[in-house]
Nanobody
Framework: QLQLVESGGDLVQPGGSLRLSCAAS????????VGWFRQAPGKEREGVAV????????KSANSVKGRFVISRGNADDTVYLQMSNLKPEDTAIYYC??????????????????WGRGTQVTVSS
C-alpha cells in the first residue's frame, strides 16, 4: 500500500525559498499522478501543483505560477516542490497526494486516493 511522507516545511521570511519533499514507500510513484495541496486555517484545501506520470506534464495554481515548481526525483519515489519568492499568503499545511494513472492531471483533490500527513510552511518576518 502506498504511503506518503512530506518533509521540508519550515518558518521562512517573505521572499525566501523552501524545497518540500514527498517520499513514497510501499510502492514507487511510477504509475501515479502526484500533486501538492495546501490548507490554511479556516480555508478549504486547494491544489498547488501536480505532475503527470513521467513528469512530462505539470499544472500549477495561478497563485504560484512563476514561483513554485513541481518535479519528480530520478528514482521515481520522491516528488519535490521548489518554492521561491514565498509570500505570507503561502502559509499553510502542505500535503502531497497520489492518484493511480490513468487519471486526469488535475488540481482538484477529489481523485487523489493516497495522502500524506502534511508539513507546515510558515512565511513571516
Amino acid at each position: 500500500q502506498l504511503q506518503l511522507v512530506e518533509s521540508g516545511g519550515d518558518l521562512v521570511q517573505p521572499g525566501g525559498s523552501l524545497r518540500l519533499s514527498c517520499a513514497a514507500s510501499g510502492s514507487t510513484l511510477t504509475n501515479y499522478i502526484v500533486g501538492w495541496f495546501r490548507q490554511a486555517p479556516g480555508k478549504e484545501r486547494e491544489g498547488v501543483a501536480v505532475v503527470s506520470t513521467g513528469g512530462t506534464l505539470t499544472k500549477s495554481a495561478n497563485s504560484v505560477k512563476g514561483r513554485f515548481v513541481i518535479s519528480r526525483g530520478n528514482a521515481d519515489d520522491t516528488v519535490y516542490l521548489q518554492m521561491s519568492n514565498l509570500k505570507p499568503e503561502d502559509t499553510a499545511i502542505y500535503y502531497c497526494a497520489a492518484a493511480r494513472a490513468p487519471t486526469q492531471v488535475t488540481l482538484n483533490p477529489s481523485p487523489y486516493e493516497s495522502w500524506g500527513r502534511g508539513t507546515q510552511v510558515t512565511v513571516s518576518s
